[in-house]
């Protein structure tokens, strides 16, 4: 219990030194561009997966670890976003306020579902698999938006896409999250390289085309558990081939 309770201090004090207050040094020290700066917001949000994975004994401490942020951060942000330091500092894609608000209990779930699914009920072996989806959706999800807003130029347009998104961006998505999940399970599950490429090469576009179609920043759950979806019956494949 002791370790569970320093892992939660740890926990949140990256949040609130590398996920809040590096994004907003960036912005106000640096002159950081405001895309940039939530992409900083995203990926460090993201790594985290790697505490909670890490820094706790059991899955269900790791899924209240998960909530206790929920129920500490959203008032605070309730409470700071009408603060002109707020909106001069933190970086919302609307003028519409709460969506970092939305999103922090979006990505809370997502990682609470994949730690029920891939530790809880399918024990520590499979836990892994919670960082590898999540690798994906972060570091592309952040690669289609820099690299389409910056150099985007055939959009794609169609009524089940929201807003205007580009090609760029999609393939630009496709590489970063291959390169992310390939590394992930080559270095952090151990996996060899021959498999993780191969399930990289599959889940990779399995994430772009979920992100492409997905709405309202859901993303932030149907890219992890779509990709996750891809690669536990690859695993299976593998192991019956005996690889």
């Given at each position: 219990?002791?370790?569970?309770?320093?892992?939660?201090?740890?926990?949140?004090a990256?949040?609130?030194v590398?996920?809040?207050?590096?994004?907003?040094?960036?912005?106000y020290?640096?002159?950081?561009?405001?895309e940039?700066?939530?992409?900083?917001h995203?990926?460090?949000?993201?790594?985290?997966?790697?505490?909670?994975?890490?820094?706790?004994?059991t899955?269900?401490?790791?899924?209240?670890?998960a909530?206790?942020?929920v129920l500490?951060?959203?008032?605070a942000?309730?409470?700071?976003?009408?603060t002109a330091f707020?909106?001069k500092?933190f970086v919302?894609?609307?003028?519409?306020?709460?969506?970092l608000?939305?999103q922090?209990?979006y990505?809370?779930?997502?990682?609470?579902?994949?730690?029920?699914i891939f530790w809880?009920?399918?024990g520590?072996?499979?836990?892994?698999?919670?960082?590898?989806?999540?690798?994906?959706?972060?570091f592309?999800?952040a690669?289609?938006?820099?690299v389409?807003?910056?150099f985007?130029?055939?959009?794609?347009?169609?009524?089940?896409?929201?807003k205007?998104?580009?090609?760029?961006?999609?393939?630009a998505?496709?590489?970063a999250?291959?390169?992310?999940?390939f590394?992930?399970?080559?270095?952090?599950?151990g996996m060899?390289?021959?498999?993780?490429?191969?399930i990289s090469l599959v889940?990779a576009p399995?994430?772009?085309?979920?992100?492409?179609f997905s709405?309202?920043?859901?993303?932030t759950?149907t890219?992890?558990?779509s990709?996750?979806?891809?690669?536990?019956?690859?695993i299976?494949?593998f192991?019956?081939?005996?690889?």
């Amino acid at each position: 219990m002791n370790n569970d309770l320093i892992g939660a201090g740890i926990l949140l004090a990256y949040y609130l030194v590398v996920a809040a207050l590096l994004p907003v040094l960036l912005k106000y020290r640096f002159g950081v561009k405001t895309e940039y700066v939530r992409k900083t917001h995203h990926i460090a949000y993201s790594l985290s997966i790697f505490l909670l994975l890490n820094l706790f004994s059991t899955w269900y401490y790791a899924i209240g670890a998960a909530f206790l942020l929920v129920l500490l951060g959203y008032p605070a942000l309730l409470l700071v976003e009408k603060t002109a330091f707020y909106r001069k500092y933190f970086v919302e894609r609307t003028k519409e306020q709460g969506e970092l608000r939305r999103q922090l209990i979006y990505v809370q779930l997502s990682f609470a579902l994949l730690i029920l699914i891939f530790w809880g009920l399918l024990g520590t072996s499979w836990h892994y698999i919670a960082a590898v989806a999540v690798m994906g959706w972060g570091f592309g999800d952040a690669a289609a938006a820099l690299v389409g807003k910056t150099f985007g130029k055939r959009r794609m347009l169609h009524r089940y896409i929201e807003k205007a998104k580009t090609f760029e961006g999609t393939i630009a998505m496709v590489i970063a999250a291959g390169l992310a999940t390939f590394f992930t399970l080559l270095f952090y599950a151990g996996m060899p390289w021959l498999q993780s490429l191969l399930i990289s090469l599959v889940a990779a576009p399995v994430c772009s085309v979920v992100e492409l179609f997905s709405r309202k920043g859901s993303d932030t759950l149907t890219v992890p558990l779509s990709a996750s979806a891809v690669i536990i019956p690859l695993i299976y494949l593998f192991s019956v081939l005996g690889w």
